[in-house]
């Protein structure tokens, strides 16, 4: 068997160097991110559904007759219109 040139040794050092590299940022990537993490210090908060619902509430008061608005002008138009719409 041929000896390894210092050639061949470099390229496989830095073959054997990238793959631990990439494997170590693989498994960096499956560990858990800070922000995901539960509290230990704190139990978590219970969700607020009464908030949740009036939230929901306020917005559906604007929404609804608005798209009603929106979406239903040529219905109105036409109520408005009678076909007289080019009757001089």
Do not use: C, N
Request: proline share 8%; net charge positive.
């Amino acid at each position: 068997m041929a000896p390894i040139s210092p050639i061949m040794r470099m390229v496989t050092q830095r073959r054997a160097l990238s793959i631990f590299s990439r494997a170590r940022a693989l498994v960096r990537t499956m560990e858990p991110h800070p922000f995901e993490r539960l509290p230990l210090a704190q139990k978590t908060a219970k969700a607020d559904w009464g908030k949740q619902i009036k939230h929901v509430g306020d917005a559906a008061m604007f929404y609804f007759p608005a798209f009603g608005i929106f979406l239903g002008w040529p219905l109105l138009a036409e109520k408005f219109a009678d076909g007289h719409i080019g009757d001089y």
